[in-house]
């Protein structure tokens, strides 16, 4: 069955350093995939999009890589900041039906 | 732009009661929008597809018959639990998918359910 793998501790790190998060999948050929936001208690903000055929996305502070040969994203924040602190969820898309599957989340907590 | 609103953003009722969720895109519209159930500290599950003016699709083991879903306008689909029970307290999140921007999602702030 399909199954998505975010790192699975929570990510603490110091200011001003660079966060990376890890998505990996399994047994799924995602046409695109995605990186929300989500703080407690609120629905997810999207973030970034990267498609199949593309290698990298950039986005002011945020970068993301996709290697569909290791079935991996990772997502960087550069130069964090404690309100980059919040739960981020990567998510799987494919085909014209828009359903995506998420991943668990990791939750980052950048400390001043 | 691309905001989606949820009303009630939370809700507490007593069991066997049905709870009724509106999901609305604000700016743009929405052919198909999602609703996920969300339990701490656990990543979305989606519950189903909502397409305007058609049935809804489901994932397997949700009841449609306990979850009933209308997608009555291009910027409009609700989400009724039928006689709620404690174990249907959750977070209700719905999202919208730009019908210019389809591999995008919108989504709306959450529901939370108590069910006592």
């Known amino acids: 069955s399909q199954k998505i793998e975010q790192n699975s501790e929570a990510l603490n790190i110091q200011e001003g350093k660079t966060a990376t998060l890890t998505c990996n999948y399994t047994?799924?050929?995602?046409?695109?995939l995605q990186w929300y936001r989500q703080d407690p208690g609120r629905g997810p903000v999207f973030l970034l999009l990267?498609?199949?055929?593309?290698k990298e996305k950039r986005k002011e502070r945020l970068k993301v890589t996709f290697d569909t040969t290791l079935k991996q994203s990772l997502f960087h924040i550069t130069a964090s900041q404690p309100a980059d602190s919040a739960t981020y969820l990567c998510?799987?898309?494919?085909?014209?039906?828009?359903?995506?599957?998420f991943g668990q989340g990791t939750t980052l907590q950048v400390k001043p | 732009g691309a905001v989606v609103s949820q009303h009630p953003s939370w809700v507490i009722c007593k069991s066997g009661t049905s709870v009724k969720i509106e999901c609305r895109s604000l700016d743009f519209q929405a052919t198909t929008m999602f609703w996920y159930r969300q339990f701490p500290k656990q990543s979305l599950m989606l519950m189903a597809t909502s397409n305007e003016g058609s049935k809804a699709t489901y994932e397997q083991g949700v009841e449609k018959d306990k979850f009933l879903i209308n997608h009555a306008s291009l910027t409009l689909s609700t989400l009724t639990v039928t006689s709620a029970h404690p174990e249907d307290s959750s977070f209700y999140i719905c999202s919208a998918r730009d019908a210019r921007y389809q591999e995008t999602q919108y989504f709306g702030p959450g529901t939370r359910l108590l069910v006592l």
């Open positions: 990267i498609r199949e055929n593309e």
């Open positions: 998510a799987l898309g494919s085909g014209n039906t828009g359903k995506l599957i």
């Open positions: 047994n799924y050929s995602p046409a695109y």
